[in-house]
């Protein structure tokens, strides 16, 4: 019952390429997040939206880039991937209200060669 | 700053056992706290939250206190289920700022 879609669901693909990895919700959400997900489990927050036009790092130094230019679309993208970008990327949104909890998408999992 | 503490993994159970999933939290002010549920190859979900001190979040057979004298937020269920083998986030949301996460804990129930 996911509302918010992550494509592709897996990507391997190699050094020096250029990527975007898509992430879209249908809920109206003005926050959006993307996070980074190690081997290990623990996630990074990477880049975090508050609206359009709004964009801002997460605390995890990362070479990615975001835009907003659509309340409803997110994408990330990579200008030129490296092996240790190989990792889980999970999208997430939430509502403005106070607190609201985040909706999460099922994840892209990069790995480059 | 804000931080979580949780229980280091894996946790394995028998089907049937009893759960606790230990977490612990600093955080300025009054915080708002939950648990997620990854199960594998998904996102996480929302299982359950607390707003408030002495409020009981449950789900699913799942529940969890929001104790702030012992600032904690256990996760416990009576009996677990094959079906429950997933990765469990305590995380809290304190001010405007964004959520933050505990480090995980893989949950492993065998029949």
């Known amino acids: 019952e996911a509302d918010i879609y992550q494509t592709p669901r897996y990507l391997v693909i190699g050094t020096g390429k250029k990527i975007t990895l898509e992430c879209s919700q249908t809920m109206g959400h003005d926050k959006m997040y993307w996070y980074q997900q190690d081997p290990g489990m623990e996630l990074h927050l990477i880049h975090y939206?508050?609206?359009?036009?709004?964009?801002e790092k997460g605390d995890l130094s990362s070479e990615s880039t975001v835009s907003r230019i659509r309340t409803e679309h997110f994408p990330l993208t990579l200008e030129s991937a490296r092996p240790s970008h190989t990792s889980q990327y999970l999208c997430?949104?939430?509502?403005?209200?106070?607190?609201?909890?985040?909706?999460f998408g099922n994840g892209t999992r990069l790995t480059v060669t | 700053g804000n931080s979580v503490t949780q229980m280091e993994g894996p946790v394995t159970l028998s089907e049937e056992a009893f759960l606790t999933i230990n977490c612990t939290y600093t955080a300025t002010g009054y915080p708002s706290l939950f648990w997620y549920v990854q199960y594998p190859g998904e996102g996480l979900q929302l299982l359950l939250k607390a707003t408030k001190a002495d409020d009981k979040g449950s789900n699913k057979g799942f529940e969890a206190t929001y104790r702030k004298e012992t600032t904690s937020f256990h996760l416990e269920k009576g009996s677990v289920q094959v079906s429950d083998s997933a990765v469990y986030f305590c995380a809290l949301s304190a001010g405007y700022s964004t959520l933050t996460f505990g480090k995980g804990t893989m949950l492993l129930v065998s029949p």
């Open positions: 939206s508050y609206g359009v036009n709004s964009t």
């Open positions: 997430a949104s939430s509502a403005t209200e106070y607190r609201s909890p985040l909706h």
